[in-house]
């Protein structure tokens, strides 16, 4: 019962898919060149500034999301 209210509390966008193990395209991805709600990229882990990722391929907007997108600990 706790877990499931935990997981009750967490936004759906800040719940994170396992990471591939190899670059993903935009569209694999469901990339967006803007946000989710409050999600962007720059406030994600696997963000790299300026403009990349450790997941997807390409150049990346801050401002944007995907599917992988996952809040730092």
Partial sequence: MLAAIA?????AG???????????SKAEAKYQPTP????ACA???FFI?????KIVAGDISSYGWCRFF???D
Avoid: I, Q, Y
């Fill in 36 to 39: 989710n709600g409050m999600f």
């Fill in 49 to 53: 500034k300026p403009r990349a990722c």
């Fill in 14 to 24: 800040a719940r994170a898919e396992p990471p591939p193990l190899h670059l993903v």
């Fill in 70 to 72: 996952d809040l730092p």
């Fill in 43 to 45: 406030n994600c882990t």
């Fill in 7 to 11: 997981g009750a509390v967490v936004p």
